[in-house]
């Protein structure tokens, strides 16, 4: 089977009040955020070298307001999954039965949304930054 995933890129957490959440993990955990008024999100990126590319890649936590949430009829945070060739594995997923939503493309990459047999929302990401 093709290698898809290539990293966690992140794990998002939704929120009704995203500052003071973000407070209660750095009061809490010693999480130093910043934060983007573009997204009304806290973040936290933990850098890694990439073993195979020899390039600095991160994973990222994010407390991001409810309403940046994909619209969904429940209360979620998301697994982001970094990936490669996001066209292909949107084809590969249709195949198994797998709702897709479309790919949307922003500056930092490609992403699309799937939910899995739980009702776990994943986010998959193609950074097309580094390319």
Same mark, same amino acid.
């Given at each position: 089977?093709?290698?898809? &995933?290539?990293?966690?890129?992140?794990?998002?957490?939704?929120?009704? #009040? @995203?500052?003071? *959440?973000?407070?209660?993990?750095? /009061?809490?955990?010693?999480?130093?955020?910043?934060?983007?008024?573009?997204?009304?999100?806290?973040?936290?990126?933990?850098?890694?070298?990439?073993?195979?590319?020899?390039?600095?890649?991160?994973?990222?936590?994010? &407390?991001?307001?409810?309403?940046?949430?994909?619209?969904?009829?429940? #209360? @979620?945070?998301? *697994?982001?999954?970094?990936?490669? /060739?996001?066209?292909?594995?949107?084809?590969?997923?249709?195949?198994?039965?797998?709702?897709?939503?479309?790919?949307?493309?922003?500056?930092?990459?490609?992403?699309?949304?799937?939910?899995?047999?739980?009702?776990?929302?994943?986010?998959?990401?193609?950074?097309?930054?580094?390319?």
């Amino acid at each position: 089977m093709k290698d898809f &995933i290539a990293h966690i890129g992140g794990v998002f957490i939704y929120s009704e #009040n @995203a500052k003071t *959440l973000a407070e209660w993990y750095t /009061n809490c955990f010693g999480i130093a955020f910043e934060y983007t008024e573009d997204y009304q999100a806290y973040f936290a990126s933990y850098p890694y070298p990439d073993t195979n590319d020899k390039k600095k890649f991160y994973t990222a936590f994010s &407390i991001l307001q409810s309403n940046r949430r994909p619209k969904l009829d429940f #209360n @979620a945070f998301c *697994l982001n999954l970094r990936v490669n /060739n996001i066209e292909e594995l949107v084809q590969h997923l249709r195949l198994k039965d797998v709702t897709v939503k479309d790919i949307e493309e922003y500056s930092e990459g490609k992403f699309t949304h799937i939910i899995d047999i739980e009702n776990n929302l994943i986010e998959l990401w193609e950074d097309t930054t580094s390319l």
